[in-house]
């Protein structure tokens, strides 16, 4: 398809409200739905990861949902194979392909390129366990202060990617920043992005009901198969938030209510990770604010005269 309509983008934190609109948005735009969700991927995380229901799906076709068992390692660059594979597809068909999804750093990859720089999975896994973690964050910043303080700088508040850094760092003795090749401030798509602003005492209460609803629709026995079958010692899908407490729960540790409680602390924490990242990692795309906390109307997508139309 030559010169084909810009990509529609959505993102920001957690129960925002990205899903609904993007549903709305795909129905009236001839669009369909690749989720850029790091945990979206797996089968058997479908109520903990707030994937689209069965119902979801058959309205609008949703791709990178459910698609993998959860044993299987899906980084940041098998994302991007797949995701461009997806964009192909759906433009093939001449439908509007939407991103939707709050893993920021996925969601940069894809739209701005990443280098293909070494990795070692036995090293990656130390590291994570060493690092990954509350309490290991610490520890990582002071190692990060010495061998790497500009990675340090940049990519502070985002654990994951500091580990990546420190990864590459050992392995090649050389900055992540030195070795890149792609100075990350050129689009390899036209896009009409937008980033979801819901107030954050709204989010909180948004994020309050849906742990209580996940809840209350099976997620506790959704996690107890899936610890039953390994979850905890998969490549990535462990990092899914809220399965280990759960498991506490499970082992008595934790009471339905405080269970519910450390959710919403966690996800909340979370959302405000997700806002930073948001906010300082994407100049591309505009605020859609969402002041009462509903989910605005699909048409606001529209707005954006600069840009070629959406359809």
């Given at each position: 398809?030559?010169?084909?309509?810009?990509?529609l983008?959505?993102?920001?934190?957690?129960a925002?409200?990205?899903?609904?609109?993007?549903l709305?948005?795909?129905r009236h735009?001839?669009?369909?739905?690749?989720?850029?969700?790091?945990?979206?991927?797996?089968?058997?995380?479908?109520?903990?990861?707030?994937?689209?229901?069965p119902?979801?799906?058959?309205?609008?076709?949703?791709?990178l949902?459910g698609e993998?068992?959860?044993?299987?390692?899906?980084?940041?660059?098998?994302?991007?194979?797949?995701?461009?594979?997806?964009?192909?597809?759906?433009?093939?068909?001449?439908?509007?392909?939407?991103?939707?999804?709050?893993?920021?750093f996925?969601?940069?990859?894809?739209?701005?390129?990443?280098?293909?720089?070494?990795?070692?999975?036995?090293?990656?896994?130390?590291?994570?366990?060493?690092?990954d973690?509350?309490?290991?964050?610490?520890?990582?910043?002071?190692?990060m202060?010495?061998?790497?303080?500009?990675?340090?700088?940049?990519?502070?508040?985002?654990?994951?990617?500091?580990?990546?850094?420190?990864?590459?760092?050992?392995?090649?003795g050389?900055?992540?920043?030195?070795l890149?090749?792609?100075?990350?401030?050129?689009?390899?798509?036209?896009?009409?992005?937008?980033?979801l602003?819901?107030?954050?005492?709204?989010?909180?209460?948004?994020?309050?009901?849906?742990?209580?609803?996940?809840?209350?629709?099976?997620?506790?026995?959704?996690?107890?198969?899936?610890?039953?079958?390994?979850?905890?010692?998969?490549?990535t899908?462990?990092?899914?938030?809220?399965?280990?407490?759960?498991?506490?729960?499970?082992?008595?540790?934790?009471?339905?209510s405080?269970?519910?409680?450390?959710?919403?602390?966690?996800?909340?924490?979370?959302?405000?990770?997700?806002?930073?990242?948001?906010?300082?990692?994407?100049?591309?795309?505009r605020?859609?604010p969402?002041?009462?906390?509903?989910?605005p109307?699909?048409?606001r997508?529209?707005?954006?005269p600069?840009?070629?139309?959406?359809?």
């Amino acid at each position: 398809m030559s010169n084909p309509p810009p990509l529609l983008v959505l993102m920001g934190p957690t129960a925002s409200g990205k899903s609904a609109l993007a549903l709305e948005a795909a129905r009236h735009l001839n669009g369909e739905i690749i989720s850029v969700d790091s945990m979206q991927l797996y089968r058997g995380l479908e109520i903990g990861t707030a994937q689209p229901t069965p119902e979801e799906r058959k309205r609008v076709p949703h791709h990178l949902v459910g698609e993998f068992d959860f044993h299987t390692r899906i980084d940041v660059f098998q994302f991007c194979r797949l995701a461009e594979q997806a964009i192909d597809d759906i433009r093939s068909r001449n439908r509007l392909p939407i991103l939707a999804g709050g893993t920021g750093f996925y969601l940069k990859a894809l739209l701005y390129g990443i280098d293909d720089l070494p990795a070692d999975r036995t090293l990656r896994a130390e590291l994570d366990e060493q690092y990954d973690s509350d309490a290991g964050e610490a520890a990582l910043h002071d190692r990060m202060r010495t061998l790497d303080p500009a990675a340090l700088e940049r990519w502070g508040k985002c654990r994951r990617r500091l580990i990546r850094a420190l990864e590459v760092r050992l392995l090649t003795g050389k900055s992540i920043l030195e070795l890149q090749q792609n100075p990350g401030d050129t689009l390899r798509y036209p896009v009409r992005a937008w980033k979801l602003e819901v107030p954050p005492e709204l989010l909180a209460e948004r994020i309050a009901r849906r742990a209580e609803a996940m809840l209350d629709a099976g997620w506790i026995d959704e996690a107890r198969a899936a610890i039953a079958a390994g979850l905890f010692d998969t490549p990535t899908a462990h990092q899914a938030i809220g399965y280990r407490l759960i498991a506490e729960h499970l082992a008595g540790a934790l009471t339905r209510s405080e269970l519910l409680e450390r959710i919403i602390t966690v996800t909340r924490q979370f959302a405000r990770r997700q806002r930073t990242w948001f906010r300082h990692q994407h100049p591309e795309a505009r605020t859609l604010p969402c002041p009462d906390g509903t989910t605005p109307s699909w048409e606001r997508l529209t707005e954006s005269p600069e840009n070629p139309p959406l359809r």
